[in-house]
């Protein structure tokens, strides 16, 4: 089984949008595939979305249910970096900030890991945030990376003491 990341994009961002659209993604699931985890931006314009299944086979009943409700991005094929599987499947825990970093094209997937496992060590210096795990996209375009930290800044200074850059910064739920 693989894991695949999908965004929405809500047509109308709301709380109550969000919940059914995580509702209907759920109940569009067919044939194996299972929802492992949603995280939701503050100001409910981007819904994150991680299955489990065999392929892809998934995308076009999703995004015929989601319909004009939502833009769909995805699905595309993650690595889950950081943390096991089993792990997320039992927590369903949120995350207090998401980032996102497009990773530049001449990074290989070889290259991410080496310098992420490189680096890790490195969040000691930032004691009050917690790096949960990343999703990277398996042609490393990019990856998201969830925190629990108390601010903004907070991540911020995690990223700078491990070197690595931020295109987007979310704070999730609300």
């Known amino acids: 089984?693989?894991?695949?990341?999908?965004?929405?994009?809500?047509?109308?961002?709301?709380?109550?949008?969000?919940?059914?659209l995580i509702e209907t993604v759920n109940s569009?699931?067919?044939?194996?595939?299972?929802?492992?985890?949603?995280?939701?931006?503050?100001?409910?314009?981007?819904?994150?979305?991680?299955?489990?299944?065999e392929n892809t086979a998934?995308?076009?009943?999703?995004?015929?249910?989601?319909?004009e409700r939502a833009s769909v991005a995805g699905p595309d094929?993650?690595?889950?970096?950081?943390?096991?599987?089993?792990?997320?499947k039992k927590l369903k825990k949120d995350a207090d900030y998401?980032?996102?970093?497009?990773?530049?094209?001449?990074?290989?997937m070889e290259q991410y890991l080496t310098r992420k496992k490189a680096n890790a060590p490195k969040y000691a210096e930032v004691p009050e945030v917690s790096f949960l795990r990343t999703y990277v996209r398996e042609d490393t375009a990019k990856c998201l990376c969830f925190y629990d930290a108390p601010d903004e800044e907070a991540v911020v200074r995690a990223r700078k003491a491990v070197?690595?850059?931020i295109d987007r910064l979310f704070k999730l739920h609300a």
Not at 28 to 53: C, M, P, R, Y
């Open 98 to 108: 998401l980032v996102e970093w497009d990773i530049p094209a001449e990074i290989t």
């Open 163 to 165: 070197s690595t850059p």
């Open 28 to 53: 569009s699931l067919t044939n194996g595939a299972e929802l492992i985890e949603t995280q939701v931006s503050a100001d409910h314009k981007i819904v994150f979305v991680i299955v489990e299944s």
């Open 1 to 20: 089984m693989a894991l695949y990341l999908v965004e929405l994009t809500p047509a109308q961002p709301s709380k109550d949008e969000a919940t059914a």
């Open 58 to 67: 998934f995308g076009p009943d999703l995004a015929a249910a989601i319909g």
């Open 77 to 88: 094929a993650v690595r889950l970096v950081g943390a096991e599987l089993e792990d997320i």
